[in-house]
RNA sequence: GCGCCCAUAGCUCAGGGGAUAGAGCAGCUGCCUUCUAAGCAGCUGGCCGCAGGUCCGAAUCCUGCUGGGCGCACCA
């Protein structure tokens, strides 16, 4: 069935032909008044304007051309204020709707805008030997979110974990273990990670004593670079104390990757990028190190290699979409969601990307979430000032357990999840336990409720016998209702979060909707709804369906019972 | 100093150039013998940071200013 807007859309377009402005671009949008119709379009406005005609008399014209053919689409199209056409959609067409909510099931609000196109969508990329904290999270979280937005827009869709397990902070880390560290302990420490979390804590606070610290850390970077054994050995073990850490959290919260390649597999593969960068005539010395120069000053400059020989993030950054190139395809899409402060290194990094030809701007996004904040600032591992995730996650099932502990996990989990979505993820967030765990209002366990109340009410019908209901000719004195309204918007809203990788869009939607619902179920009787009851038990499953298929996209459990 | 982002109700935020700017939280009033009260209905609360500009029309686009966040050569 072909949505109202595509349907709408090709009237327009045949009405404004028949006037002769068939190159208007108009907008086509849901009026905020319900007085105003379903639908509202500027058309004729747009169309008058570039014409130089009376917008009314124009409005005019092109609402007879749509009404000279019958359309079960439309009850009524009306002028209103200085030209706008609006439409008002039949009962029949929104009857229909919900039906087709029913026999799409989870396929309903797919698209097709990615079919045929890898993404790849690289996210949470939590860095080894350090707390996966609260900030790590939001990257997860967002990532996982927009990773399946993808997938359900046609994508296919590769989830990277680009783990941070290389670099001049294994340096320290190697020099931190030699000086205060005691291997038999660490092996043997309840929470190993935290041990190596506490050294690496101490290297900072005595390296501002000591900055010989600092160069010894890089002296041990070269030489893991080199393949040194002993930097090697104790790198491995840092990997793997970490990664058994990571994979209890991404359990727990039901995130799952295609593929985890660290920075370390990306070690043999920089020389050839620095060689090209070097042919190309992209890269320049200065003071020793090698940069990318950008022409008027765009951009600071770029540095792909340090003085003393070693990469940096940059450098291995670039083989990573290289080698994304060269084994998944000139035009996949790669997706990072790194925190926003890193904006300008990634404008650079796509800049020298688009110059060696490895991609094209438009190929490569950064979604940038805001800072997670103290009230009184910053969280910094290096001071050893963060909140560990673990202790996040378990308050968060404590709290929900308080209200029913059987669906603690899903609940608390949920909230965590949805409070990091529900806002435009480039905004800075500031912890507080009682917004991060709120079950109460727009949160994550309020639409989990409404979605289970939907479901409780379809199992009581089930019980009563009563029998879901698509037949429209008796139903002719059924109202609709904002649930049906918003139920028809669902595709557009998906469409929209994907193509602006912005998940919240469906956040702000599912609340409406679960709203909308928890009204209606209180003054619409479902179950003795006498005649209606039928086409109530359909909606009451239209919504069902649409609140699941929501909460998935955003990587939410849809417990049944709460 | 230069660059990027942000500023909407007491607080946290939606708001796709359009019509009377909306939610949640907090506060106040009602509603559980009836399909789940993690809920519903209602009230209170706004120079959309300031000043210009573009437009038939600006919270939305442009310029300037103020205030805040972030970034800018050997971290990631």
């Keep these: 069935m072909k949505s109202a807007r595509d349907q709408l859309t090709a009237i327009l377009h045949e009405a404004l032909a028949k006037q002769e402005c068939d190159l208007v671009s108009f907008t086509l949008e849901h009026p905020t008044q319900h007085a105003h119709g379903d639908f509202a379009t500027n058309a004729a406005m747009i169309a008058a304007q570039q014409k130089n005609q009376n917008p009314h008399e124009l409005a005019t014209k092109i609402v007879h051309s749509i009404l000279e053919k019958k359309h079960e689409l439309l009850d009524k199209v009306e002028i209103a204020g200085p030209g706008f ?133 890089r002296a041990w970077f070269v030489r893991l670079e080199q393949g040194d054994p002993e930097a090697k050995r104790i790198w491995k073990m840092c990997v793997d104390w970490s990664m058994a850490q990571f994979a209890k959290l991404y359990e727990l919260l039901h995130v799952s990757f295609d593929m985890m ?49 070693a990469t940096l993030y940059s450098t291995r950054d670039l083989a990573t979409d290289r080698y994304r190139v060269q084994t998944w395809g000139k035009d996949v899409l790669i997706v990072n969601e790194v925190g926003a402060e890193q904006t300008l290194y990634f404008r650079q ?80 967030v500031v912890f507080v336990w009682d917004d991060v765990l709120n079950l109460k209002g727009n949160s994550g366990p309020y639409i989990q409720y409404t979605y289970a109340r939907a479901t409780s009410v379809l199992k009581k019908a089930k019980e009563k016998e009563l029998s879901i209901s698509e037949k429209y000719d008796r139903l002719q004195d059924l109202e609709i209702t904002q649930v049906e309204h918003l139920l028809e918007q669902f595709p557009e809203v998906v469409e929209r979060a994907a193509t602006e990788y912005a998940p919240h869009h469906v956040c702000t939607y599912l609340f409406d909707l679960a709203q909308a619902f928890n ?22 499953s239209a919504v069902a369906q649409v609140l699941k298929n929501g909460l998935t996209l955003l990587g939410m459990q849809a417990p049944e019972v709460m």
């Design 85 to 217: 056409i609006n439409f008002f959609l039949s009962k029949k067409y929104f009857v229909d709707r919900v039906s087709t909510i029913r026999k799409e099931g989870e396929s309903y609000g797919k698209s097709h805008i990615g079919k045929g196109r890898t993404a790849i969508v690289e996210f949470s990329s939590p860095n080894i030997a350090k707390p996966f904290t609260i900030g790590h999270l939001r990257s997860t979280i967002i990532g996982d979110a927009i990773a399946r937005l993808l997938s359900f827009s046609g994508y296919s869709v590769l989830r990277d974990n680009h783990l941070g397990d290389w670099g001049t902070q294994f340096g320290k880390q190697i020099v931190a273990l030699k000086l205060w560290g005691d291997e038999d302990a660490l092996a043997k420490s309840e929470n190993p990670v935290k041990y190596l979390v506490d050294l690496y804590v101490k290297f900072h606070a005595e390296a501002e004593k000591d900055p010989t610290l600092e160069d010894q850390a």
């Design 261 to 309: 390649l660290g920075e370390s597999f990306f070690e043999d593969k920089m020389g050839e990028v620095l060689q090209e960068l070097q042919n190309k005539g992209l890269a320049k010395e200065s003071e020793g190190a090698l940069l990318v120069f950008f022409e008027n000053e765009k951009y600071p400059p770029f540095m792909v290699r340090k003085k003393d020989g």
């Design 349 to 428: 990094l796509f800049e020298v990307e688009e110059k060696l030809g490895y991609v094209k701007k438009s190929q490569r996004v950064h979604v940038g979430h805001g800072m997670l904040r103290f009230k009184d600032g910053k969280m910094s591992t290096r001071k050893g000032n963060t909140i560990w995730l673990e202790d996040v996650l378990q308050e968060a099932i404590q709290r929900a357990s308080s209200f029913n502990p059987k669906v603690a996990k899903e609940v608390g989990i949920g909230a965590l999840k949805y409070n990091d979505l529900k806002r435009e993820s480039s905004k800075d």
């Design 519 to 540: 009204a209606y179920y209180a003054d619409h009787p479902i179950l003795s709804g006498g005649d209606l009851a039928g086409y109530r038990l359909l909606l009451t």
